[in-house]
């Protein structure tokens, strides 16, 4: 099942949770795999489209926000562009596209950098926008400040949550064809830092860096095998268990990171709707079928003539037929 745990280290300024995606992570990929038109994804995208579920988690999970965190890379490589959708309630969908062949084993800069003009953007789009309110975005390049392309996702995103932030993170992220994981580390600010002055702040400060540093280097020791095939209770205990950790109720189920999309034969019916009875029967006569992929979850519906007539003949009314009818 997939869950989201979270905890504080006790009494030091410094946070953490641990996301594993199982099943849907699995669903996404299933998805894409059954489409006719894309296939499943390449090993590397697939990878690097997991990290992104799992770290997009994460980041939603630790701020206060209603609404979506989008997560996107903009290539200039084989991949063009890759997604990570995550609402408030921890349902997520993901999805990327490609513009050519994947290398077996490209790496990062091979997949989206390859002339260092790739982007990360992180999108917080409000559930209940004010008129005229837009989504908050920031953007960071694929480099680090001396311009050298980074290597994963992980560390992209670190340096984004300092440049944007100004939060110090410690990100782990990994994921295969079962399991999309991530380990978040954040050091909190600490309250009335400004204020205390002189000596005594700079020493607490100082002291905080430290503690944050030795858990920071704890987290990054974590590998991403055992990320990928620990259960989370053994991989806290293995990294932290010599702090005084204070963990809160996991997030699982219908309370916990879950795949959704969207999309349903039920809309893509209404869309057939709207295209017109002439258009749907000339698809019809040219195709013998309308198939319409989705493009977020690569899920694809099919309507023969039957269905489509079904359409037209009762628009208002139209009903997603039985689950065997949507193969
Ligand atoms: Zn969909």
Redesign the pocket.
């Known amino acids: 099942m997939s869950e989201l745990h979270k905890f504080i280290f006790e009494g030091l300024p410094v946070r953490g949770a641990i996301v594993r995606l199982d099943g849907a992570w699995r669903e996404m990929l299933a998805r894409r795999a059954a489409n006719t038109t894309t296939g499943a994804y390449p090993v590397p995208v697939r990878e690097l489209l997991g990290e992104m579920a799992a770290a997009g988690v994460l980041m939603q999970s630790s701020i206060k926000f209603n609404g979506a965190l989008v997560l996107q890379i903009f290539g200039d490589g084989p991949l063009r562009l890759a997604v990570a959708e995550v609402q408030s309630d921890l349902s997520l969908r993901a999805t990327a596209a490609l513009t050519s062949e994947v290398p077996d084993g490209a790496t990062l800069p091979a997949l989206v950098n390859v002339a260092g003009g790739g982007r990360c953007a992180i999108t917080l789009d409000p559930q209940d926008k004010l008129p005229g309110q837009q989504p908050y975005q920031g953007v960071v390049p694929l480099v680090d400040e001396a311009g050298r392309p980074l290597a994963s996702l992980s560390q992209v995103l670190a340096h984004y949550m300092r440049q944007s932030e100004q939060l110090e993170a410690t990100l782990v992220l990994a994921a295969d064809d079962q399991v999309a994981a991530g380990l978040l580390i954040q050091r909190m600010p600490l309250m009335g830092q400004a204020n205390l002055g002189g000596s005594q702040g700079e020493s607490a400060a100082h002291g905080a860096d430290e503690e944050y540093n030795r858990i920071a280097t704890l987290a990054a020791s974590l590998t991403r095998e055992e990320l990928l095939t620990l259960d989370v209770d053994t991989v806290l205990r293995r990294l932290f268990w010599e702090e005084n950790l204070a963990r809160f109720v996991p997030q699982q189920g219908a309370l916990g990171p879950r795949f959704a999309?969207?999309?349903s034969r039920e809309r893509v019916g209404r869309m057939l709707e709207s295209l017109g009875r002439e258009e749907a029967e000339s698809i019809l006569a040219e195709q013998g079928q309308i198939e319409v992929g989705?493009e977020?979850?690569g899920?694809q519906y099919r309507f023969d003539a039957v269905d489509a007539a079904q359409v037209f003949a009762a628009p208002s009314v139209f009903q997603p037929p039985t689950p065997s009818g949507a193969q």
Do not use: G, V
């Open positions: 999309c969207s999309c989705c977020y979850c899920q």
